[in-house]
């Protein structure tokens, strides 16, 4: 897979939006950006993904920049129940192989 | 739909011995990944199954080896037990196909603890 690099860690007051950065600066043309998140204990879930244009889905937003070395995944109102750790992967070869790096930890507080 | 489903939830086994696990992917879908996660750690991928052959594999020994059924459910076998294969164990499962373009879905796992 592509490297990502994500901060370690963020928090984000619950209600307001969360903004996740990553960094893919070596992404080929053809390759998707995903993003998953694993909340503790539990098996990770799907989020988004995209290619080059901004996505949206019920649970959240991806913009890509234009150049589309990096990306941020945004969710509108976070809830305590968005604490998780979420993991910014861009698959290379298929996307059902997937490398997991360190991911960012996202703490929502009240 | 049920998802994806893995089977024991918990295990407790000794060292040395040997250990199945089980997973029931999503209705639908063909492609089954398995993966380690130690405590503290991101997943590491183990290996794919795809048409009832492994497809690809990650870093592991031969001491982990898996199987897929017919009706695309997969099993993940390890041999000779070490401390060091205590984790989690995830089963992930994607829609046909193999390209980029593919979401996973994952199931809750199998904690693994080797004593």
């Known amino acids: 897979d592509a490297k990502t690099t994500q901060p370690p860690s963020m928090d984000c007051a619950e209600g307001r939006a969360a903004n996740l950065p990553c960094n893919h600066s070596?992404?080929?043309?053809?390759?998707?950006v995903y993003w998953y998140r694993q909340i503790h204990s539990q098996g990770p879930q799907y989020i988004i993904h995209?290619?080059?244009n901004n996505e949206t889905n019920e649970m959240a937003s991806l913009i890509i920049t234009e150049d589309r070395k990096s990306s941020t995944l945004i969710l509108p109102h976070a809830t305590l129940r968005d604490t998780a750790v979420y993991y910014c992967?861009?698959?290379?070869?298929?996307?059902?192989?997937?490398?997991f790096g360190t991911g960012t930890r996202l703490q929502v507080t009240l | 739909d049920a998802g994806v489903t893995q089977s024991p939830t918990h295990l407790i086994k000794t060292r040395g011995q040997q250990v199945t696990l089980r997973c029931s992917p999503k209705?639908?879908?063909?492609?089954v990944s398995w993966y380690q996660q130690a405590l503290g750690q991101g997943p590491q991928f183990i290996f794919q199954y795809y048409e009832e052959e492994e497809r690809q594999r990650g870093n592991f020994p031969d001491r982990f080896s898996g199987h897929q059924f017919p009706n695309y459910s997969s099993e993940l076998n390890v041999n000779a037990l070490l401390l060091g294969d205590s984790a989690l164990y995830l089963c992930?499962?994607?829609?046909?196909?193999?390209?980029?373009?593919?979401?996973?879905?994952f199931g809750q796992g199998t904690r693994l603890t080797v004593v």
């Open positions: 992930a499962s994607s829609v046909p196909g193999q390209g980029l373009d593919t979401e996973a879905f």
């Open positions: 070596t992404i080929s043309g053809n390759e998707y």
């Open positions: 209705s639908g879908h063909d492609t």
């Open positions: 995209g290619l080059k």
């Open positions: 992967i861009v698959p290379r070869g298929t996307a059902s192989k997937l490398t």
